[in-house]
């Protein structure tokens, strides 16, 4: 039984920074969770945040909205203060369930390690339907011929993304092997249609690190890519979106992925993080090949629209 004093009203105008201190006070050094709420909260696209009271105390915050990229499902973020048992989860989300702009699956993200929001989600059946690894590669350098014999195949051609920054038809062949694997790997939480242009703004951001970038070429079609970024952290990049046009092609990506590694431990870089989807067999092939460290989990849960009161 929900205890009726848990009293929740909508925050139509939220004090952004008060709500920062909340949230650090109530999630600590966990800063994912605190930018993953203040996404929401910030972002043009919300729909609605509300706040659970006991008595007159503030518990409990949820906020949700939509994304332009991925507008098949509603995002939300949801942190209470500690407590025993799921009375504040659940008003919180009967509240957002009761708005008419809420568009079905509803999408939310946690560490593994949140226990209870996780217990929470299972038993008001939300399901799992992807796992995010976020772990961290210890650069040293990669006898690439030697595990990689196909290294000097002669009918294999390796160019970095500044060498084919001219060539209009290498360009276009990168964009639509790019954008038909990350719409695989996102069936869950479809694509929206997007332009030619959007697409290559993606790829070609101000972070991509062109010159350790890489494709691989076999009769003047791209078989691989792997692509590199530089990080907020000092001595550290960040591994890109990577993918092959077939199945077989899998040690390419591995190849150039080495690749990028010599390219690190040259520059004098310590550390390449990585966001590796459960959903996509690329990355997951790479966390697999390479030592990354362990790292804990992203949980991705999903609620459709049937049974959805609480």
Not at 92 to 107: C, D, G, H, M, R
Not at 167 to 175: A, G, S
């Amino acid at each position: 039984m929900i205890r009726s004093y848990y009293r929740v009203k909508p925050n139509i105008s939220p004090n952004v920074e008060a709500l920062k201190e909340v949230l650090s006070k109530w999630l600590g050094d966990d800063t994912f969770s605190q930018q993953y709420f203040l996404r929401g909260l910030n972002t043009k696209h919300r729909l609605c945040t509300y706040e659970a009271y006991e008595s007159e105390k503030l518990v409990g915050l949820i906020t949700a909205w939509n994304s332009e990229f991925h507008p098949y499902c509603t995002y939300f973020a949801m942190v209470t203060e500690a407590h025993m048992g799921y009375e504040i989860e659940t008003v919180l989300v009967n509240a957002l369930l009761n708005v008419e702009k809420i568009k079905f699956p509803l999408q939310t993200s946690i560490w593994e390690s949140s226990y209870r929001l996780k217990s929470f989600y299972e038993q008001s059946e939300f399901l799992e339907v992807r796992r995010t690894y976020m772990p961290s590669l210890m650069v040293s350098k990669v006898d690439i011929e030697g595990i990689f014999p196909e290294f000097n195949q002669q009918d294999i051609y390796i160019k970095d993304m500044k060498s084919i920054g001219n060539q209009q038809e290498l360009i276009i062949q990168l964009i639509n092997l790019v954008k038909k694997n990350y719409e695989v790997s996102h069936t869950i939480n479809p694509v929206s249609v997007q332009s030619f242009e959007t697409w290559k703004k993606l790829i070609f951001n101000k972070d991509l690190i062109e010159d350790g970038s890489y494709i691989v070429l076999k009769d003047n079609e791209i078989h691989a890519y792997s692509l590199l970024h530089y990080s907020n952290t000092p001595n550290k990049l960040d591994f890109g979106w990577r993918g092959t046009k077939n199945n077989n092609d899998m040690r390419l990506m591995l190849m150039l992925t080495a690749l990028q590694i010599n390219y690190a431990e040259k520059k004098g870089i310590h550390t390449i993080e990585a966001e590796v989807d459960s959903t996509d067999k690329f990355s997951i092939e790479m966390l697999k090949f390479f030592p990354f460290s362990p790292t804990p989990s992203l949980l991705t849960f999903q609620k459709l629209p049937q049974d959805v009161q609480l």
